[in-house]
């Protein structure tokens, strides 16, 4: 190759498909928006028991210590966003690649193109999640009614895409079959 011409670098751009087509495999998608809020609710359930026992602890021991304990209270926000993303990225970065909510629900998390979710993945998507609904409360649900697959505009933002386990997909396609 004379020195004169671009060299290639070995990247390449390969635009992907979407893994999961909503009109030849519904069962992936079916329920998934209902059963997504009552893995959320578990989930913050999770998330804000340690959280309050914590605050509980800190309280008493600021009672004992005569209000000296009560510098951690300082610790105590930073601490629980801590907790929170070691949750989802712990969750998500796992074999079933979803929360222990999104478990008890049969719901697993994809990127848009098919791959297993990973724990970086997991705790972006927990801040983008936690930003958007900041933001835009209401509209982060509304975007779901707009798209074939029941993404929310947090999903869209990260890439990933919220379906049924294989085993609630296996007994969806069996029962209408």
């Keep these: ?4 011409e671009p060299k290639r670098i070995g990247v390449t ?3 992907k498909p979407h893994a999961y087509d909503p009109l030849t495999m519904p069962e992936l998608f079916e329920g998934v928006l209902a059963r997504r809020v009552v893995a959320f609710c578990i989930d913050l359930v999770l998330i804000a028991t340690p959280a309050l026992f914590v605050a509980l602890f800190i309280l008493v021991f600021g009672i ?3 209000g000296l304990g009560w510098f951690f209270f300082l610790l105590y926000w930073p601490g629980v966003v801590i907790w929170a993303l070691v949750y989802y990225a712990m969750g998500f970065g796992s074999p079933a690649s979803a929360t222990i909510g999104m478990r008890v629900m049969d719901l697993e998390m994809r990127t848009w193109y098919g791959a297993p979710a990973y724990a970086l993945l997991g705790a972006v998507h927990a801040v983008v999640f936690w930003i958007t609904c900041s933001a835009l409360t209401p509209l982060i649900l509304l975007v779901a009614f707009f798209n074939a697959r029941g993404r929310l505009l947090h999903d869209m933002l990260v890439g990933t895409i919220v379906i049924n ?7 969806l396609r069996a029962r209408a079959g």
Aim: glycine share 0%.
């Design 1 to 4: 190759m004379p020195d004169n």
């Design 13 to 15: 751009i390969e635009v």
């Design 64 to 66: 004992v210590t005569l």
């Design 165 to 171: 386990n294989e085993v609630r997909a296996d007994a």
